[in-house]
């Protein structure tokens, strides 16, 4: 029996490894766009089903532009992972159901790039499972809003004159050391490579 033949019978769970950090108890959502999808020997023995993604609406400690991945082992783990990713694969198709019925050929497709760029929510809660260990679990879901409306990255941090002459920012070497192009009044720094070790 094929991988996709195995996922396609099972039973989605919702679980997965971790993809953020969180505390106990709270839940992160997220907008992610799909990258690769790989299918690929563990180092731990069996394989994993791998996705990888671009956090497009995040959280502080997952930003916009953070790539992040997502592991899976259908084969060794086929009453959690291998409905784990049915659920993912029916995301990927627009349907709301995690265990609607699905091809082996749909699930395939996922790792021929058919769903690369595809828009995905994702909501992750953290919780302990009944042997006490840290888990994070994944609920996948057809992304149905506008990105246009996702909260816009947070702005820079302000280049202070502080921090710039700690060493953050640009700097143009001169005879005293470096100066920053546009705030000339904010003195000298040295230059790293005069700096003697």
């Keep these: 029996m094929s991988l996709f033949a195995q996922v396609a019978q099972a039973q989605a769970q919702s679980r997965s490894a971790k993809?953020?950090?969180?505390?106990?108890?709270?839940s992160r959502d997220y907008v992610v766009?799909?990258?690769?999808?790989?299918?690929?020997?563990?180092?731990r023995g069996g394989m994993n089903y791998i996705v990888e993604a671009e956090v497009v609406k995040g959280t502080e400690g997952r930003p916009a532009g953070t790539q992040v991945a997502w592991v899976q082992q259908p084969e060794t783990r086929p009453n959690t992972d291998?409905?784990?990713?049915?659920?993912?694969?029916?995301?990927?198709?627009?349907?709301?159901?995690?265990?609607?019925?699905q091809t082996a050929e749909e699930g395939d497709a996922s790792l021929e790039g058919a769903y690369k760029g595809v828009l995905l929510a994702v909501n992750v809660k953290h919780i302990k499972t009944q042997a006490g260990y840290d888990f994070f679990v994944h609920t996948w879901s057809p992304f149905r809003g506008d990105v246009a409306d996702a909260p816009p990255p947070p702005p820079a941090k302000e280049l202070t004159k502080e921090r710039w002459l700690a060493g953050e920012g640009p700097g143009k070497k001169g005879d005293h050391g470096e100066y920053h192009p546009q705030h000339t009044d904010w003195g000298w720094r040295p230059v790293i490579d005069d700096i003697p070790f």
């Design 19 to 26: 993809l953020d950090d969180m505390p106990l108890g709270e």
């Design 33 to 43: 766009r799909l990258g690769d999808i790989l299918y690929k020997p563990s180092n």
């Design 82 to 101: 291998a409905g784990n990713v049915k659920a993912f694969v029916n995301a990927c198709l627009g349907r709301d159901d995690a265990n609607a019925p």
